[in-house]
């Protein structure tokens, strides 16, 4: 089994959350914690063995940039 050293490696290696990276960067800090709370949403998901789809993907991206609120 691979190696990785954090979750961050492992999400950058499998490639499906390197989608959430341009967010990083975002001036808007609320565009940043969404990035982040989905991408650690994700992750977690990675960690335990499962897969997300990309239909959950586009919707947390639609989420981030605030086209798709839970209100």
């Known amino acids: 089994m691979e190696e990785y050293k954090d979750l961050d490696e492992y999400c950058y290696k499998k490639n499906r959350l ?15 914690e969404r990035a982040n709370n989905w991408r ?5 998901q990675a960690v335990d ?20 609120t839970s209100e």
């Open 18 to 32: 390197s989608v959430f990276e341009k967010y990083k960067q975002s001036a808007d800090p609320q565009v940043r």
């Open 40 to 44: 650690g949403a994700i992750g977690l």
């Open 49 to 68: 063995g499962h897969t997300v789809s990309n239909d959950l993907i586009e919707l947390a991206c639609k989420n981030i940039e605030g086209e798709l």
